[in-house]
């Protein structure tokens, strides 16, 4: 049974902080990872992609792999309010597309 | 932006009712995925297919769920007869093997 585990929060954190969110997976083999935001109420939101080792800075965020200890991670800097949100980490599973999905971090920023 | 469109947005049911959820995924994606979210068991993938082949749906209770693809523009998903507990957020979402899946909004489903 391939596994993607987050803790599930909430995350709290005040606003300017870097707030940090973590993801484990089972599968070894596993080479593309995403991270996704959901608003409540709304659906998810693609906001990052890696594939390889090492970091990948998109403006405020930074995802981070690190193959060897099978672990993902979503930096975001100088947090807002309108961060708040819960953040699912998706591991591709096959060629054909299939995501294995997190329970998700829900992550809350305090003015 | 391209989006991924699904219909309805809302749906109040009773239970027995039969219920058709549509998809119309991204042009040019080839996979299309369904999920189903709920706060217990969070998001839960359901049935896929791709070039409108079904290709995984293991995820689905055969019983009552069946879903199809009649042509590269429409995906659907039905439940019939409809039970109080298959009450959910129904997510589509589109992708390809060159771009990552992107979700529609969801049908927010209320059997009664």
């Known amino acids: 049974q391939k596994e993607v585990e987050q803790n599930s929060g909430p995350l709290s954190v005040p606003e300017g902080a870097i707030a940090s969110l973590n993801c484990t997976y089972s599968?070894?083999?596993?080479?593309?990872f995403f991270w996704y935001r959901q608003y409540s109420g709304k659906s998810p939101e693609l906001i990052m992609f890696i594939y390889s080792n090492g970091d990948k800075e998109d403006g405020r965020f930074t995802a981070q792999l690190n193959k060897a200890s099978q672990y993902v991670s979503l930096l975001i800097r100088d947090s807002q309010p309108s961060d708040s949100a819960t953040y699912l980490c998706a591991v591709l599973y096959n060629q054909g597309g299939k995501l294995i999905f997190g329970q998700g971090t829900e992550l809350s920023v305090k003015p | 932006d391209a989006r991924v469109t699904q219909t309805p947005r809302d749906k109040v049911t009773e239970m027995g009712q039969e219920v058709t959820m549509r998809c119309q995924p991204i042009l040019g994606h080839n996979t299309v995925f369904w999920y189903r979210q709920t706060m217990m068991q969070g998001l839960e993938l359901l049935a896929y297919f791709r070039n409108r082949a079904p290709l995984d749906d293991s995820g689905m209770p055969k019983d009552r769920f069946s879903a199809e693809m009649p042509d590269a523009t429409l995906a659907t998903l039905k439940i019939q007869p409809s039970e109080p507990r298959d009450s959910a957020v129904y997510f589509c979402?589109?992708?390809?093997?060159?771009?990552?899946?992107?979700f529609g909004d969801g049908t927010r489903l209320s059997i009664l």
């Open positions: 979402a589109s992708g390809s093997s060159y771009q990552p899946q992107h």
């Open positions: 599968d070894r083999g596993s080479q593309s």
